[in-house]
């Protein structure tokens, strides 16, 4: 079975510009979560959808993030435009819709704005 | 609110001797406890959790956590490290009723030869 993909695994872009990451949970699993570790501090939350509905939000840093999940199957973050403080690893994770289960995190995605 | 400390930013250890890496935590209600390793260019990895039950939890690899409740910790274990053990662990929990995990800044295990 395959686990959590994201693409890119790196990305080099400059302040201002535009860039879209995007997470394939594992299938089935219905809740799908965006997370980010800013070098050396903690994993923090940015958001989590159930199926195709954005259950919580209140982690995205600002209104320059936007989190999709059309379909409730792959999603995406785009972040527009970017900052230099957006640099980071992103991380997806997606788990079973049901309490107490683990959730399974992809490799993440590494961006450095410059 | 919900947080958890890992104080300990670097652990080394001799390959063979036990290992433990320190976690505390604070949540309102329950807490569901994990803890994740994260192995160079790989993702977050699953080792273990906490949900209820016994205090001591065994995982994946040979690791073990023990709940405390009364100390508030969840430290990782394991009686004799592997060189292949060196990574980044990190401790995660989940307050009861919420959806998302709280982590904390993580700890890079270090197992000499």
């Known amino acids: 079975e395959a686990g959590v993909t994201q693409f890119p695994s790196h990305s080099v872009i400059e302040k201002g510009q535009t860039v879209t990451l995007r997470c394939d949970p594992i299938?089935?699993?219905?809740?799908l979560y965006w997370y980010r570790r800013v070098m050396g501090k903690e994993i923090k939350f940015l958001l989590h959808?159930?199926?195709?509905?954005?259950?919580?939000e209140s982690g995205m840093p600002n209104n320059r993030f936007l989190a999709e999940r059309t379909g409730g199957t792959y999603s995406t973050l785009k972040v527009q435009p970017a900052e230099l403080e957006d640099s980071g690893v992103y991380f997806c994770a997606s788990s079973l819709l049901l309490p107490n289960t683990e959730a399974f995190f992809g490799q993440g995605t590494r961006l450095t704005v410059v | 609110a919900q947080s958890v400390a890992q104080p300990e930013d670097q652990v080394n250890v001799a390959e063979g001797n036990p290992l433990t890496v320190k976690c505390t935590y604070s949540?309102?209600?329950?807490?569901?406890l994990f803890w994740y390793v994260q192995y160079p260019n790989r993702g977050l990895q699953f080792l273990l959790k906490?949900?209820?039950?016994?205090?001591l939890v065994k995982g994946s690899y040979g690791f073990e956590a023990e709940f405390n409740k009364s100390q508030t910790s969840f430290h990782l274990k394991k009686p004799s490290a592997l060189v292949s053990d060196s990574a980044l662990y990190f401790c995660a929990v989940r307050g009861t009723g919420a959806n998302n995990l709280f982590f904390g800044t993580g700890t890079r295990l270090t197992v000499i030869p």
């Open positions: 299938s089935g699993h219905d809740n």
């Open positions: 959808f159930v199926k195709e509905s954005k259950q919580d």
């Open positions: 949540v309102s209600g329950n807490p569901y």
């Open positions: 906490y949900i209820t039950g016994d205090n």
